[in-house]
């Protein structure tokens, strides 16, 4: 049942079981609604999963969608924002970003992050700021960094 303070998570081929285990971890941790895993992203049971995510993806509401467009245009449809977590010049600082309630965190391939095409149908895009060499964190580190920004909006919305 959606709500006005709905949050998701849309993970998009993800490629480490491991990464879709931390995935599920953290977003019991937030609170998540659900997690919706698409295209050639892992889904539960999978031992990779389980030894990462203890028993979270077990009880995280979880629903896989092989096309990512298709999930995309359903939830805009139902009124949900979709916002990126990507690095890019249109990318603003997850700092500066006030969450609004539906929305969904959208979270890309480990390499090759969210697709040029996508990005131009989210509603937003929000990145970490990177200080050192590397261009980005893991990709479940940077959803929990994202997403406890993202929850301090959720009840003010």
Do not use: C
């Not at 998540?32 to 539960?44: A, E, I, K, M, N």
């Not at 092989?66 to 990507?86: C, D, H, N, P, W």
């Amino acid at each position: 049942m959606r709500t006005n303070n709905n949050f998701y998570i849309i993970a998009h081929n993800i490629r480490s079981l491991y990464n879709i285990g931390t995935i599920f971890r953290t977003a019991d941790a937030l609170g998540v609604d659900t997690v919706f895993l698409t295209g050639y992203s892992g889904q539960p049971p999978r031992k990779e999963i389980s030894k990462v995510a203890l028993g979270a993806e077990e009880t995280v509401n979880w629903q896989y969608y092989k096309s990512l467009t298709y999930l995309v245009r359903k939830l805009k449809k139902e009124g949900l924002r979709i916002i990126a977590l990507e690095t890019g010049e249109t990318a603003i600082n997850y700092l500066d970003f006030k969450a609004k309630f539906p929305l969904a965190l959208l979270l890309g391939n480990e390499v090759r992050g969210v697709s040029k095409a996508m990005l131009k149908q989210v509603d937003a895009t929000i990145s970490l700021p990177m200080n050192g060499i590397k261009e980005s964190l893991n990709v479940g580190v940077a959803m929990a960094v994202a997403g406890y920004h993202i929850i301090k909006f959720r009840d003010i919305s």
